[in-house]
């Protein structure tokens, strides 16, 4: 793939432009001054327990925001499942072994803050729990990200994003009518009440420590910080928008103008003309009679107008509906596949998903700060291990002590194979 000077254009964060691959995105930076300016997160350094999901979401984000991210792996293991390490490095510990535990706990004093997943006890039995650490470095963060939190009768019990859902009680809610409760992938309890609710944890945490000198302990709840994220649903409730059955409300795909529908090219549009206003111009764009319709918000003539929406789109395809309802309010859109959501104008125009060096198409990390935007690594991920001598080296340790550990098989150093 090449790209030509006209395919450049200007990036919204200052010291970048994005460069066009075909139809991606790429940032680079343009000028040593600009590359070196730092970001909201300089200076700050993390221990990352390896997991899955969740945390490693939430380290991805404190790096893509100029944090130091160190991801602690197992040694003996050949791949590393985090396929959220962009911009981490990676130290392979045996926590099995005394001097893998004394090995971590010299990190993690020496850290701003300490992410773990694991099940409440799992770290105080390896005598890293956050009350010890906290007493040998008392501005030490430390954020427990688990699926049901410290406390309560539920804390030490296994659990997925599903889960998590259904006690935070939004899952009852979602989901077509007549139908069971459906999961929306793992993305409400996993990533948004997870490692996003997480990483604003460490954000507040290390504000308010810019004011008292003090770290603290964060219990980030999975069943919590989707129910927060959801809050919409609680504080709604007197508006009447939940009144009715689940998948018969005007936001759950009750209502016939907040829906998708299928395009002659077997593809999609997404509906949400919900304000008067908007459905007007969604009418107008169907080319239908409002006069011969019902109105908008008569709920038992909701299935009749959503097959007449039906009918009418698919009698055209998704990219002639896309210039039909294009500079309009009638809030229509193409439902767009991933491997095409960086070619459409709108995410070029503003660089919206990066292409790292392995060629994989990845969003930009969000939101944009004016001064201090994300710049994140877009070089490969870290091998299991790649780090350990550098890493252990910085944070003290003396290459005689480090080769001594090395023989004892307490850590690994990895080097990655070169792609042919």
């Given at each position: 793939?090449?790209?030509s000077?006209?395919d450049?254009?200007?990036?919204?964060?200052?010291?970048?432009?994005?460069?066009?691959?075909g139809?991606?995105?790429?940032?680079?930076?343009?000028?040593?001054?600009?590359?070196?300016?730092?970001?909201?997160?300089?200076?700050?350094?993390?221990?990352?327990?390896?997991?899955?999901?969740?945390?490693?979401?939430?380290?991805?984000?404190?790096?893509d925001?100029?944090?130091?991210?160190?991801?602690?792996?197992?040694?003996?293991?050949?791949m590393?499942?985090?396929?959220?390490?962009?911009?981490?490095?990676?130290?392979?510990?045996?926590?099995?072994?005394?001097?893998?535990?004394?090995?971590?706990k010299?990190?993690?004093?020496?850290?701003?803050?300490?992410?773990?997943?694991?099940?409440?006890?799992?770290m105080?039995?390896?005598?890293?729990?956050?009350?010890?650490?906290?007493?040998?470095?008392?501005?030490?963060?430390y954020?427990?990200l688990?699926?049901?939190?410290?406390?309560g009768?539920?804390?030490?019990t296994?659990?997925?994003?599903i889960?998590?859902?259904?006690?935070?009680?939004?899952?009852?809610?979602?989901?077509?009518?007549?139908?069971?409760?459906?999961?929306?992938?793992?993305?409400?309890?996993?990533?948004?009440?997870?490692?996003?609710?997480?990483?604003?944890?460490?954000?507040l945490?290390?504000l308010?420590?810019?004011k008292?000198?003090?770290?603290?302990?964060?219990?980030?709840?999975?069943?919590?910080?989707?129910?927060?994220?959801?809050?919409?649903?609680?504080?709604?409730?007197?508006?009447?928008?939940?009144?009715?059955?689940?998948?018969?409300?005007?936001?759950?795909?009750?209502?016939?103008?907040?829906?998708t529908?299928?395009?002659?090219?077997?593809?999609?549009?997404?509906?949400?003309?919900?304000?008067?206003?908007?459905?007007?111009?969604?009418?107008?764009?169907?080319?239908?009679?409002?006069?011969?319709l019902?109105?908008?918000?008569?709920?038992?003539?909701?299935?009749?107008?959503?097959?007449?929406?039906?009918?009418?789109?698919?009698?055209?395809?998704?990219?002639?509906?896309?210039?039909?309802?294009?500079?309009?309010?009638?809030?229509?859109?193409?439902?767009?596949?991933?491997?095409?959501?960086?070619?459409?104008?709108?995410?070029?125009?503003?660089?919206?998903?990066?292409?790292?060096?392995?060629?994989?198409?990845?969003?930009?990390?969000?939101?944009?700060?004016?001064?201090?935007?994300?710049?994140?690594?877009?070089?490969?991920?870290?091998?299991?291990?790649?780090?350990?001598?550098?890493?252990l080296?910085?944070?003290?340790?003396?290459?005689?002590?480090?080769e001594?550990?090395?023989?004892a098989?307490?850590?690994?150093?990895?080097?990655?194979?070169?792609?042919?």
């Amino acid at each position: 793939m090449t790209s030509s000077p006209s395919d450049k254009q200007s990036y919204p964060c200052p010291g970048l432009e994005s460069v066009f691959f075909g139809s991606v995105c790429v940032c680079v930076c343009v000028c040593v001054r600009e590359r070196e300016r730092e970001m909201a997160l300089s200076g700050v350094r993390v221990i990352e327990l390896a997991g899955l999901a969740p945390a490693p979401f939430c380290g991805m984000i404190l790096s893509d925001f100029g944090a130091r991210v160190i991801r602690v792996d197992r040694t003996k293991v050949t791949m590393a499942m985090d396929s959220l390490a962009r911009g981490k490095q990676s130290v392979a510990l045996n926590l099995k072994s005394p001097q893998g535990v004394a090995v971590l706990k010299k990190l993690c004093i020496q850290s701003d803050i300490v992410l773990e997943p694991y099940r409440k006890g799992v770290m105080e039995k390896l005598g890293l729990g956050p009350e010890e650490l906290l007493k040998e470095n008392p501005r030490l963060i430390y954020a427990r990200l688990t699926g049901y939190g410290q406390s309560g009768s539920y804390a030490k019990t296994a659990g997925h994003d599903i889960n998590y859902l259904a006690m935070s009680g939004l899952l009852s809610m979602l989901g077509r009518s007549s139908e069971k409760p459906y999961a929306p992938l793992n993305l409400v309890a996993d990533f948004a009440g997870g490692g996003l609710m997480c990483a604003l944890g460490i954000v507040l945490a290390l504000l308010e420590r810019s004011k008292s000198g003090q770290g603290q302990i964060i219990d980030a709840s999975m069943v919590e910080g989707a129910a927060y994220v959801g809050s919409f649903m609680w504080k709604s409730r007197s508006l009447g928008l939940w009144n009715r059955p689940r998948g018969e409300n005007m936001l759950d795909s009750g209502a016939p103008f907040y829906d998708t529908y299928q395009t002659s090219d077997g593809k999609h549009m997404a509906v949400g003309a919900i304000e008067p206003q908007f459905y007007d111009q969604l009418i107008q764009g169907l080319g239908l009679d409002a006069a011969s319709l019902p109105p908008q918000m008569s709920f038992s003539d909701w299935p009749e107008l959503r097959q007449t929406f039906a009918r009418v789109f698919a009698e055209k395809t998704q990219a002639e509906w896309s210039r039909i309802f294009d500079g309009t309010d009638a809030c229509v859109t193409p439902v767009l596949p991933l491997d095409e959501a960086g070619s459409h104008p709108h995410n070029r125009e503003r660089g919206s998903f990066l292409m790292d060096a392995q060629d994989e198409v990845s969003p930009r990390p969000a939101p944009v700060l004016s001064r201090t935007p994300a710049r994140p690594c877009l070089s490969r991920d870290p091998v299991v291990g790649e780090h350990t001598r550098s890493v252990l080296e910085e944070y003290g340790f003396d290459p005689a002590h480090i080769e001594q550990l090395l023989s004892a098989g307490v850590v690994e150093c990895n080097k990655a194979k070169a792609r042919l």
